[in-house]
């Protein structure tokens, strides 16, 4: 049973997952950050490396800040850098687990402030509540403060005296041991909240405290306090008793096996994890399976597993096209060993399906959208276990391992599947009701219409089937599915191909075969982790027959195995739209695909293709760069230009604290792009990049007249252009392995410590110019609603621009045995990079070196 507080369930409830779930935890909890500036005295924290010094967060000059970003990386020097590393590591997360609960005990304490009157008032004529209501409202949280108190006052001093050597699994171990006092807690949460709601309608006084309990937790000075209600505080014990597995974690992953802590901290994350498990404990109902008769003749023309909109609800179908009906039908469990079977949830005859005309006036349905963080977090998991699961097979462990594994993969990507698409299909029984499925590729949507008004030319009558009719053809469809499975890695044969890992440069050049003069333009989709992604989109080529684009594009790849290319009819008339599925479409005039073949895109050099669509045909150039090589940065040509020219060398030689080129291309964006729908997502074209990133080489001063006259998106493009042919990338190769460790940490208190810490610790120029994009990138999610640019969006767009490691710190082989073929590392590495431009892009504020930030990133002269 999940327990979550009606304000908290949008912050994430109960851990459902204790293993690291690859989103970081969000900066919900304002007491929690607020009580965090609160010790660092309005200044950005700082860790002094001294052993024998404070952990304790205080405020550093600069010139000190530069020593934090050694710290941990000159540990590279020693014989043993990854336990020197780990060590370092294991200081920042016991700060952070310092802190953090040091905000716990404040929020306890600002829950039993209000206990003592309200004790004694129950004792007189008067009582806001009685004794027995108080009991139960505030029920073990005396005990949870004494025991939090007590590990509190054991960890300070010895953070306080820290050394790598220094111990503290005894005090983690204790606390593990006192769980029980949460069990307690935890059963009486409901009913502590309903008799404090109760209270609260009963009694204007007692509803009067509840909204105003104060906990100490300010920006500025210790005596201020913040206010939070009685609800809030009563759920934080429920959220602190899940993280303590994921801070457990942390600390164990940076604790060396060596190290005495290690088998102390081991037993207290295995009580942690038994009672996490004892508490979120889930019972999934067995269901019985039928069997019926096999039998049924009719030929199956296509199927496809799609996910179904049921209620709002999503959920997994597997959808059969016969000759002469459409069904519905539910692959069920495997139970017992027994084969796979069906349960039909609904069949059309063709000849009443329709494909849904929805009038303006109708109301749509609505389509619940997953937020790209979630997807994101789910590719992370997959990438994950897929790594160790080849892990496993290195190692020759035993089955019972990778199969446990396999079970994870596949309920990974099964889920990952089901909340993925979003683009509405929808048939409709002009006998009854409509049905919607979400599709993630127009290219997929169109097929599946083709296929079934193609069938319904051959029909004529229509039918219904008797319930024995339906059970023996919904059996049959074990035995004429096409589809067997659903597209899972799970499911692939070993020897497949893993797909490719880097970057496709397509050249849409022309096409031919249009009957009459349209106005023309082609979208590119590739596959991404069993679903297909639209990647990138033409211009319009106006009243023609032959267009001429010649456009290039770069697409990233992630095991990607097929590049589908759809051109479409743009129709300006509104009036002449089909409005199909609730929303205008263009004209799908031509759609077709190309497989992505690891040995035919092994040279370098372009490859000419023609993909041909019914009677039309596309004459496209391809050239796929493989993850290794790009990372290998080339240095410029000419070291008085911008473009590969270390930045510190730019500002200095520019007079300024931003490159002039970003100044520029921001400048223009904020102008006229930021309501452009998909900025810096959508490609801008080739040449258009390359003639500005001359002009800005040779210092060209019409530049600025000539980025006027441009397509906006070339501009954005010459901007992510800079900053990936930097010789080392914005946030610098010393410190990408820190950020990208500091990141998966699970406390928020630890990383916010890690991470603010580690940005201040860039070179200024560096650290300037991101403040400044990074303000500008939030001004453009501002306008989300009309650009389609989320923070996750921009974040996906500049993470791996900014953030991308060295040769030597890349987790992908300097000399592979398969340069294209990669595995998932570089899922994972992306996702991280990704998700650490993230967490700066949703932070509110962040500390700058001195308090003058406003002419920090508006000043360009030195």
């Given at each position: ?511 031919t075969g249009f009957k009459q003069s349209s ?129 510190a060398i730019v500002t200095k030689r520019e007079?300024?604290?931003v490159p002039y080129i970003v100044r520029q ?198």
């Amino acid at each position: 049973m999940f327990l979550e507080s009606p304000k908290e369930k949008e912050k994430g409830g109960l851990l459902r997952d204790a293993s690291f779930s690859g989103t970081p935890p969000s900066y919900a909890y304002d007491a929690d950050r607020a009580e965090e500036q609160r010790r660092h005295h309005d200044m950005m924290p700082y860790i002094d490396d001294s052993p024998s010094s404070s952990p304790h967060l205080s405020s550093k000059s600069r010139g000190s800040r530069d020593t934090l970003s050694s710290g941990s990386l000159e540990s590279t020097k020693s014989s043993e850098p990854d336990l020197e590393k780990g060590l370092e590591m294991r200081k920042w997360v016991l700060s952070g687990i310092l802190a953090s609960e040091e905000t716990y005990l404040s929020h306890l304490e600002a829950l039993l402030l209000p206990m003592k009157p309200l004790k004694a008032a129950a004792t007189t004529s008067q009582p806001v509540l009685t004794s027995q209501q108080i009991e139960t409202i505030f029920f073990k949280v005396p005990e949870l403060y004494e025991i939090h108190k007590e590990f509190y006052d054991g960890l300070f001093p010895r953070v306080q005296q820290w050394s790598h050597q220094q111990r503290v699994g005894d005090l983690f171990q204790k606390l593990a041991s006192q769980l029980g006092v949460y069990r307690a807690f935890v059963d009486n949460y409901e009913v502590a909240m309903e008799t404090a709601e109760k209270c609260c309608q009963a009694n204007a006084q007692f509803a009067e405290i509840s909204e105003n309990l104060k906990a100490r937790s300010t920006k500025e000075s210790k005596d201020q306090t913040t206010k939070n209600s009685l609800e809030t505080l009563l759920y934080k014990p429920v959220d602190r008793v899940t993280r303590s597995t994921l801070v457990l974690h942390d600390l164990l992953k940076h604790t060396p096996v060596s190290h005495p802590d290690h088998p102390l901290l081991q037993d207290a994350l295995r009580i942690s994890q038994n009672f996490l498990s004892s508490i979120n404990e889930e019972i999934t109902p067995r269901r019985q399976s039928m069997t019926v008769k096999k039998g049924e003749h009719r030929q199956l023309l296509k199927d496809s597993f799609m996910v179904e909109l049921v209620e709002g609800a999503r959920k997994l179908r597997h959808v059969f096209l016969f000759t002469d009906l459409f069904l519905c039908a539910k692959l069920k469990k495997q139970i017992g060993g027994k084969s796979q079977q069906y349960d039909c949830k609904w069949y059309i005859p063709l000849t009443d399906l329709s494909f849904q005309m929805v009038d303006e006036s109708e109301a749509v349905p609505n389509i619940p959208l997953v937020p790209d963080e979630e997807l994101d977090a789910m590719k992370i998991k997959i990438s994950q276990i897929k790594n160790d699961i080849q892990r496993e097979k290195r190692a020759n462990k035993g089955s019972k391992v990778i199969e446990r594994l396999k079970k994870k993969l596949s309920e990974q990507e099964s889920l990952l599947l089901l909340m993925s698409p979003n683009m509405a299909f929808r048939v409709h029984n002009r006998n009854g009701k409509s049905y919607t499925f979400l599709i993630s590729s127009d290219y997929e949507r169109a097929e599946w219409r083709e296929n079934i008004r193609e069938q319904q030319k051959k029909c004529f009558k229509s039918f219904s089937l008797t319930s024995v009719e339906l059970q023996m053809l919904t059996n049959s469809c074990v035995k004429l599915q096409t589809v067997h499975n659903i597209p899972l890695t799970i499911n692939k044969e070993d020897d497949e191909s893993p797909g490719l890992y880097g970057f496709l440069n397509v050249i849409v050049h022309s096409a031919t075969g249009f009957k009459q003069s349209s106005n023309l333009y082609c979208t590119l989709e590739v596959d991404s982790f069993g679903y297909f992604v639209n990647k990138a989109k033409t211009r319009v080529y106006r009243d023609t027959t032959e267009p001429n684009w010649n456009e290039e594009f770069e697409i990233e790849l992630e095991g990607s195995q097929t590049l589908r290319i759809l051109c479409y009819e743009k129709c300006y008339n509104k009036t002449k739209l089909t409005k199909e599925d609730g929303e205008s479409t263009d004209r799908i005039m031509g759609k077709g695909q190309i497989q992505l073949d690891p040995q035919a895109l092994q040279d370098k050099d372009w490859q000419r293709t023609v993909i041909s669509m019914n009677g039309v045909e596309v004459k496209l150039s391809v050239k796929f760069t493989s993850r290794e090589f790009s990372l290998k940065r080339m240095p410029s040509r000419k070291q008085t230009g911008v473009f590969g020219v270390k930045i510190a060398i730019v500002t200095k030689r520019e007079r300024s604290k931003v490159p002039y080129i970003v100044r520029q291309c921001v400048e223009e964006i904020e102008r006229r792009g930021m309501e452009e729908v998909g900025i810096y997502r959508v490609s801008g074209v080739a040449t258009d990049i390359q003639a500005l990133k001359a002009a800005f080489d040779v210092n060209n001063k019409d530049v600025s007249v000539m980025m006027s006259e441009m397509d906006v998106n070339a501009i954005a493009g010459t901007l992510k252009l800079y900053f990936r042919e930097l010789p080392e990338p914005l946030f610098t190769d010393e410190l990408y392995p820190n950020f990208a460790e500091g990141i998966a940490l699970s406390d928020p208190v630890a990383k916010e410590s890690c991470m603010l810490n580690l940005l201040l610790s860039l070179p200024e120029p560096n650290l300037v110019t991101f403040l400044f994009l990074l303000d500008h990138l939030k001004r453009v999610a501002e306008r989300e609603s009309v650009n389609k640019m989320s923070l996750h969006n921009l974040a996906t767009v500049f993470g791996p621009t900014l953030l991308r490691p060295s040769e030597k710190d890349s987790k992908i082989p300097a000399n592979p045995t398969q340069p294209i073929t990669m595995t998932d590392s570089w899922s994972l590495e992306v996702m991280s990079q990704v998700q650490v431009l993230l967490y700066f892009l949703q932070l509110e504020t962040i500390p700058t070196p001195d308090s003058k930030r406003q002419s920090i990133l508006f000043s360009t002269e030195v």
